[in-house]
């Protein structure tokens, strides 16, 4: 025998008209409470507004991201301009030390290729302290103390100047 529901449910369609209609509706498939399944199924992945919000996050730290990237490769090009400076500097100090005999001199130039300038002077050395009786001393050894300099220029990357300086101290026989 038919339940009093399927009974209703019937009497109920004849009068609609729609019997597939009147069943779903007493199914609660056309519920439009916040509690129906068939709704709370529908409400599944993320909003227009926290999909922009994600977008928005992601960009700031896209950019973020990009600027260090830029700002670590401005780096490493400098690193590289002071390292290659640094070798012609030392260069120019070895080819200072090996032009015996030392004397007080001064000299400057530009490098072959024309992107840096450089100087050069040999003085010399009287060590910081050194008392009056002491640089006499010093002047009876056969010996001398030379302090050795050399001042590299390049143009930098925003138009000022850049410069490196490297000094040394060496020791040689006094000439007579």
């Given at each position: 025998m038919p339940s009093s529901a399927a009974v209703t449910a019937c009497r109920h369609s004849r009068a609609s008209g729609n019997p597939a209609r009147f069943a779903a509706k007493t199914l609660g498939l056309f519920s439009r409470g916040a509690d129906s399944p068939r709704l709370r199924s529908r409400q599944v992945g993320f909003s227009l507004l926290e999909v922009l919000?994600?977008?928005?996050?992601?960009?700031?730290?896209?950019?973020?991201?990009?600027?260090?990237?830029?700002?670590?490769?401005?780096?490493?090009?400098?690193?590289?301009?002071?390292?290659?400076?640094?070798?012609?500097?030392?260069?120019?100090?070895?080819?200072?030390?090996?032009?015996?005999?030392?004397?007080?001199?001064?000299?400057?130039g530009t490098s072959a290729d024309g992107r840096y300038t450089w100087s050069t002077k040999v003085e010399p050395y009287v060590a910081p302290g050194t008392s009056e009786d002491q640089a006499r001393l010093a002047q009876l050894l056969p010996m001398r103390l030379w302090r050795l300099s050399v001042v590299v220029s390049w143009p930098g990357s925003a138009g000022n100047s850049r410069s490196i300086a490297l000094s040394t101290v060496r020791m040689a026989m006094k000439q007579p």
């Open positions: 919000v994600a977008f928005v996050i992601l960009a700031l730290v896209g950019t973020t991201l990009f600027r260090l990237f830029g700002a670590s490769l401005n780096n490493a090009s400098a690193a590289d301009e002071y390292s290659r400076v640094a070798a012609f500097a030392e260069t120019r100090l070895t080819l200072l030390a090996l032009d015996l005999p030392l004397r007080e001199t001064s000299d400057q």
